[in-house]
């Protein structure tokens, strides 16, 4: 007698399909991320050059400000006294945003490197929000100078630091945006995923 229930199959287990690798990665991708340790080694620089900046000159440019204002009264404030403390207190500032900065630059260097979308993104954003202040600076720079008020004195490494960034800025986003560099990120997103339990 044969077997009634002989034409019932088990369910086949679905055969697990091979991790896509992703791709070597691209120059474009290996050029931005170069780019973001320069950057990183640029904001060396700047906390450097903040630092050893003469201050004699900033110093003496601000108490000429203060004592211009109309509301200025030496007997409630003293205009080289609020120099000599406002000065130090910035330069410390901005090398301490530098290596701020600084951090941020390995940061996204390391994930970008690797591959992960959404450094990608968040290195636009820290892109686009720097070139919007680069933006701003030389705007407020230009401006001062053709209603001719004054500016804080600039050094030379000061200057080209400040001309060199926003062109290292661009460069990098081009590069991380570009169709190999956008490929190699989906590529290592769709490994990624596929490693997940229960993908």
């Known amino acids: 007698m044969s077997d009634p229930y002989s034409y019932y199959q088990p369910a086949q287990q679905?055969?697990?399909q091979p991790v896509a690798q992703p791709t070597e990665r691209p120059k474009s991708l290996t050029y931005a991320v170069n780019g973001m340790w320069l950057g990183g080694l640029l904001s060396i620089a700047s906390a450097?050059?903040?630092?050893?900046?003469d201050t004699t000159e900033?110093?003496?440019?601000?108490?000429?400000?203060?004592?211009?204002q109309p509301t200025y009264d030496p007997s409630v404030i003293?205009?080289?006294?609020?120099?000599?403390v406002f000065v130090?207190?910035?330069?410390i500032g901005m090398a301490f945003?530098?290596?701020v900065a600084l951090g941020l630059w390995i940061w996204m260097a390391v994930m970008n490197g690797k591959g992960r979308n959404w450094a990608r993104i968040t290195a636009t954003v820290f892109g686009a929000l720097s070139l919007a202040s680069s933006l701003s600076s030389v705007a407020n720079l230009a401006g001062n100078a053709a209603l001719g008020g004054a500016t804080m004195p600039m050094s030379a490494g000061s200057t080209v630091l400040a001309v060199i960034d926003p062109l290292l800025v661009i460069a990098i986003l081009v590069l991380l945006w570009?169709?190999?560099?956008?490929a190699y990120f989906s590529a290592v997103g769709a490994?990624?995923?596929?490693?997940?339990?229960?993908?």
Request: glycine fraction near 2%; aromatic fraction near 6%; charged fraction near 25%.
């Open 178 to 182: 570009l169709r190999p560099s956008s």
């Open 58 to 68: 900033m110093k003496s440019l601000m108490v000429t400000e203060l004592e211009k």
């Open 97 to 99: 945003f530098s290596l």
């Open 78 to 84: 003293d205009a080289q006294e609020m120099a000599d």
């Open 191 to 199: 490994a990624r995923k596929q490693q997940r339990p229960g993908y």
């Open 48 to 53: 450097i050059v903040a630092l050893a900046v």
């Open 88 to 91: 130090p207190i910035f330069q």
């Open 14 to 16: 679905p055969v697990a």
